[in-house]
């Protein structure tokens, strides 16, 4: 079937929100004529998208789904646009599509979820939390966990990075959060996430969504997976303000530092805005950071000689000195290896938004109501701003090149904003854990591809297999 083809390079003009233009629709492939491309996106949604982007532009109309049950999303593809929906005009573009309000009807109306006063008001309690200085004071904690895994490592050949970065995630983001109450959660987490995950996803990309009360299946699953985990969450929030005296808890947890958070403006967190937080930051913050760890080492180990790259910038740092937040500065290369595993394994590989307004973006109109999708895993991938995109290149984050390039061609964090808060947190955590696991061991693969899948957040579709050599 022939396709009509639009330029990638469409002029850059906008108009404000609620404008009306003579610009023309996006363009999108016609798909299946009953199902539109459904059977694509359930087959390979990441590729489909980047296909799309090929042959139609940097604004695609997709639709999927059986008539009077189907979904519409418009695609936006280039740096520039995805600006202008996260950043520029964020207020036109909300929170408000399903995939959201699957995560908010689960998880809570937390800091991801929340919009407008709520969002705002939590913003302002919870950014303080978060400081540069604050999160630095989490190196050693991060640092010995990984230590931890590294040990249980030894006389083992080879491990799967998919699990073992799973739990070394999971248990520092609860250490974190929980202190010495880690070992409370990590298991009960651990055993009923991917239940949640998995139902918040199917919820999400289903044209049939049956009521939540209905005893189905996949119903009661979710539910008592989320009930074990909000009783947990629950039981410690409880003893944790039990113990409390009315002035700031003695403990640095960030559990106890948002028990304790307030201000005149906002007042405080009760008990359920802190369980909505602590979910988010479990579900958002170690799942996230487990992504960028598998396939940080996966890459290490398929490529030697960014490995041994990375092995000499370890082996310079001073000996038997604790590994802190400063640590982080002396491992520049390290760093890009990093970035880079996040250019090609972004893991929010779909960021989804619904219009207020109609909005033109790259020369095409988005109508008032439609769902709009940011893709960092095709704008990482836009062959305008990335030479030879499918390449593993850490040499594309100096300091040179990052500046000349796009702000918004490299944006696994989002933007604008609601960009996430918890940026230097993942980033000093993965730096300084592959440092660690670096520093012990040289890693080969058997796996040079590694099938992903696009839940709530990306995800390996299987194992990835590391064989271990100890490096002393």
């Given at each position: 079937m022939a396709v009509t083809r639009t330029s990638r390079r469409t002029a850059r003009t906008t108009t404000s929100p609620g404008t009306t233009s003579a610009a023309p629709p996006a363009p999108g492939p016609t798909g299946h004529p009953l199902l539109g491309s459904a059977l694509d996106l359930r087959r390979d949604p990441l590729g489909t998208f980047v296909r799309a982007q090929r042959e139609y532009g940097d604004v695609v109309r997709v639709a999927a789904g059986p008539p009077g049950l189907r979904t519409v999303m418009y695609c936006v593809f280039s740096p520039e646009g995805a600006q202008q929906v996260l950043a520029t005009q964020a207020t036109n573009f909300r929170k408000d599509n399903v995939f959201y309000e699957e995560i908010r009807q689960t998880a809570g109306n937390g800091l991801l979820t929340s919009q407008d006063d709520d969002y705002l008001r939590q913003r302002r309690l919870i950014q303080p939390l978060f400081?540069?200085?604050?999160?630095?004071?989490?190196?050693?904690a991060i640092t010995q966990e990984a230590e931890a895994m590294a040990e249980r490592w030894r006389d083992r050949p080879e491990v799967d990075v998919v699990q073992e970065t799973d739990r070394l995630a999971l248990r520092t983001v609860a250490r974190v959060l929980f202190g010495t109450d880690v070992e409370a959660a990590v298991d009960v987490v651990r055993a009923n996430f991917p239940v949640v995950s998995a139902y918040i996803t199917g919820r999400a990309y289903s044209p049939l969504r049956l009521p939540r009360t209905w005893p189905t299946p996949s119903n009661r699953r979710a539910q008592a997976a989320t009930r074990e985990v909000y009783e947990v969450c629950d039981r410690i929030i409880a003893t944790r303000r039990s113990n409390g005296t009315g002035t700031e808890h003695e403990g640095e947890d960030l559990l106890s530092l948002l028990s304790w958070a307030r201000n005149d403006e906002d007042g405080s967190l009760d008990a359920t805005e802190?369980?909505?937080?602590?979910?988010?930051?479990l579900l958002a913050g170690h799942e996230t950071t487990a992504t960028s760890l598998t396939f940080a080492l996966h890459l290490l180990a398929c490529h030697p000689e960014?490995?041994?790259?990375?092995?000499?910038?370890?082996?310079?740092?001073?000996?038997?000195?604790?590994?802190?937040?400063t640590t982080m500065d002396q491992l520049p290369y390290l760093t890009m290896v990093l970035?880079?595993?996040?250019?090609?394994?972004?893991?929010?590989?779909?960021?989804?938004?619904?219009?207020?307004?109609?909005?033109?973006?790259?020369?095409?109109?988005?109508?008032?109501?439609?769902?709009?999708?940011?893709?960092?895993?095709v704008t990482h991938r836009h062959p305008a701003h990335w030479d030879t995109p499918d390449r593993f290149d850490p040499d594309r984050f100096t300091?040179?090149?990052?500046?000349?390039r796009h702000r918004y061609a490299w944006l696994p964090f989002g933007g604008g904003p609601r960009a996430c808060i918890g940026r230097h947190f993942s980033m000093l955590e993965s730096v300084l854990a592959l440092a660690v696991l670096l520093r012990e061991y040289n890693l080969e693969t058997p796996d040079k591809d590694i099938p992903v899948t696009a839940a709530v957040t990306l995800q390996a579709a299987g194992e990835a297999r590391v064989r271990l050599r100890a490096r002393r």
């Open positions: 400081t540069k200085k604050r999160v630095d004071s989490y190196a050693t802190l369980r909505d937080q602590v979910l988010v930051f960014a490995q041994a790259r990375a092995h000499k910038e370890v082996a310079a740092l001073p000996p038997d000195e604790p590994y802190t937040a970035k880079e595993t996040m250019r090609l394994y972004p893991a929010a590989p779909l960021m989804g938004r619904r219009a207020v307004a109609e909005t033109e973006i790259d020369g095409h109109i988005i109508p008032a109501g439609a769902d709009v999708l940011i893709s960092p895993w300091p040179a090149r990052e500046s000349a």
